[in-house]
T-cell receptor, first 111, second 113 residues
């Protein structure tokens, strides 16, 4: 079965702290992996994606993610968060003809 | 143009009403999706259209009826909904193959009264 799990449901950080959000997937085929962000009242936006090649992927707004095939993981990182990073973050995998989302991580950054 | 446009942004309907949600994209994508998102939950897939044909129906009740009149448009017809159907309905599009991301619209916030 195709699935995505995110371990951190709520994260609270102070500005300038480092961020790492966990994501594990289950999919038997060639993986396409994504992190989407949903700011309050806004639509889902793509942060970054992994299709193949370099397992360290850089996205927008200083985010990066590392694909570790042996661990079925695709963790999101940012060295120094800002108040404007307050949002919900979804890890997703492209399954057969569809995108499957994890349960999301609600990040709150304190100014 | 990398936008997926959904109308209306907000909709309130009674349980006996019939209404439609609309979605439009001009990126040449031949796969389009309807997702439902409840508060503080991830998007849940409802339907997938590929090359204007319905390819996935995730066991959605028949009171939701999708339609893809052409490669740029996707509709969701609503009839006899229940209050528990209140949610954010998201449309997305992508190229149909692998190695492609989905682009999402801003959604229609539906309230059933």
């Amino acid at each position: 079965a195709q699935s995505v799990s995110q371990h951190n449901h709520h994260v609270i950080l102070s500005e300038a702290a480092s961020l790492e959000l966990g994501c594990n997937y289950s999919y038997g085929g060639t993986v396409n992996l994504f992190w989407y962000v949903q700011y309050p009242g806004q639509h889902l936006q793509l942060l970054l994606k992994y299709f193949s090649g370099d397992p360290l992927v850089k996205g927008i707004k200083g985010f990066e993610a590392e694909f570790i095939k042996s661990k079925f993981s695709f963790n999101l990182r940012k060295p120094s968060v800002q108040w404007s990073d307050t949002a919900e973050y979804f890890c997703a995998v492209r399954g057969t003809y569809k995108y499957i989302f994890g349960t999301g991580t609600r990040l709150k950054v304190l100014a | 143009d990398t936008e997926v446009t959904q109308t209306p942004k907000h909709l309130v309907m009674g349980m006996t009403n019939k209404k439609s949600l609309k979605c439009e994209q001009h990126m040449g994508h031949r796969a389009m999706y309807w997702y439902k998102q409840k508060a503080k939950k991830p998007p849940e897939l409802m339907f997938v259209y590929s090359y204007e044909k319905l390819s996935i129906n995730e066991s959605v009740p028949s009171r939701f009826s999708p339609e893809c009149p052409n490669s740029s448009l996707l509709n969701l017809h609503l009839h006899a909904l229940q209050p528990e159907d209140s949610a954010l309905y998201l449309c997305a599009s992508s190229s149909p193959g692998r190695n492609t991301e989905a682009f999402f619209g801003q959604g229609t916030r539906l309230t059933v009264v």
